[in-house]
């Protein structure tokens, strides 16, 4: 980065060349998914073009843009005064993840951004105290201490209660509990056990997802006329597709005559809240 003085004596900074190169890998990390290695990988940079950059380089970067973000979305949702969140959670080889969203206003316009999604570790064990937070500690650090506290196998709804509370609203976004509870006005969820507890225990309404609702509302239109009406064209449709999908000699055919791909059924899919 560059360093140019103006004559009104302010000091601006221009990005060169290996600047760009380091935002090319970013780009790339954020919006296709490439693997944080990948900056070491002597066969990317050789058909990219680029240098190779230190993983802890590009690491810290990462997490310093994901600081920024959240400073941004916290002085976004303190201006807005009121919101709400979405969430949902599912659970991969013992490991349970959630996403939470924040739902507000903000000049007119309604603002939904992605708060936090990671796995979901043992808040219930350790309060805002427990974490070291000063001016003097690098990015990775920052988060590398809280990342690294032990998880946990017991997704409880005192569990999710406390991980919204402490790091999410509280370490992420800076939210006190008086200032969280004058914020958050309900969670939007769907309606199991957990969910509507952890509404509860943080003595806010539990709104149901309608997308939830509709989507079983679908699947059991589908299994009561399974013989007759719209359950029996999905199986006629579902026959269909597994008959494509099953045979390149079909596929094939198919190819000539569309650009679609056939798929089969998923009844687990909903429409995004």
Known sequence: ???????????????????ADLLMWIELIVTKGIPLESVRDETMRKYLGKKAY??????????????????????????????????????????????VLGSYMRKD????????????TCINQWTMDDIRDTDDMTFAERYDQVDNIQ???????????????????????????????????????????TNVKTARLLEIPHVECQNHLLNNEVEAMVENTSNTGAGKICNQIHGVMAKAKCSNKNMAVLKTLTKLKPSLENGQAELPC
């Open 1 to 19: 980065m560059m360093k140019k003085w103006l004559s009104s004596g302010e000091q601006i900074h221009i990005p060169n060349d290996e600047d």
């Open 54 to 99: 230190a993983f802890e380089t590009v690491r810290d970067v990462l997490l310093a843009t994901q600081f920024l973000v959240e400073k941004a979305i916290a002085a976004e949702m303190k201006e807005a005064g009121v919101g709400a969140i979405v969430h949902d959670g599912w659970t991969k080889y013992s490991a349970h993840y959630v996403c």
């Open 109 to 120: 316009m309604h603002c939904l951004r992605m708060l936090c999604c990671k796995e979901m």
């Open 151 to 193: 998880t946990t196998s017991s997704f409880t709804a005192e569990v999710h209660a406390a991980w919204i509370k402490t790091d999410v609203f509280g370490r992420r976004y800076g939210f006190s509990d008086d200032q969280r509870k004058a914020w958050l006005l309900c969670q939007v969820a769907d309606s199991c056990s």
